[in-house]
């Protein structure tokens, strides 16, 4: 089984408010990206890594990459506009040998090797799945002035996360097919092509952080030895 990770760094991480790019803030004395490159490329099953930046980042994650020694690195390349464009681009870097490809946020730096293990598993057996978690709070659907339109069934929903891994052929269909649709992420354009995506339960604390008040909980995460809080 050969497992190509597909990294997203190319976002421009404007609502962090940092100078710094966010996957070059720090957590624990350590860039956001490094951690969870290190677990990726230990992995086992994971046989190479795809990393997609932006042009005012790369050069200094580039540095980072060898400063940290992270291994399985075999192309950076840039991205594009949206999200689904970096994803373009990275899914046209990937190996002939290429079986799964795994697609993960480098800003959620709190994944672990048995979530990562679960999810290329059920992928490998079904063709595509996704890291999620049930929602905790109640969530509104809203008008566009903002009234209660109707409450939706808790017990129903689930946050998705990344990693998500598909087949090399599916992701490559979906993308060819739904590349110009807006999406959020890439179960959403798997799903349009009518394949049944599983859902793997995974931790809260892989949280992708995006804003300052993530990056406070993420320090706080940090100090107290992640990961936990994985479902079961």
Known sequence: MYVTAIVLAAGKGLRSKSKLPKPLIKINSKPIIICCLEILSRHPYIKDIILVVNSGNSKEIIKRLKRYRIKKIKRVVLGGKRRQDS???????????TDLVLIHDSVRPFIDKETISRVIKEAKKSGAAIVGV????????VTSRYIIKRTLPREKLWEAQT?????????LRAYGKFKDTDV??????????????AVIPGSYNNIKITTPEDLILAEAIAKVSVPTGRLR
């Open 87 to 97: 994803v373009g681009n990275g899914l046209s870097a990937i190996d002939t040998r």
């Open 134 to 141: 049930p929602v905790k709070a109640t969530i509104k659907e």
């Open 163 to 171: 990693p998500q891994v598909f087949r090399k052929d599916l992701i």
């Open 184 to 197: 959020t992420d890439d179960a959403s354009l798997a799903e349009k092509l009518g394949i049944k995506v």
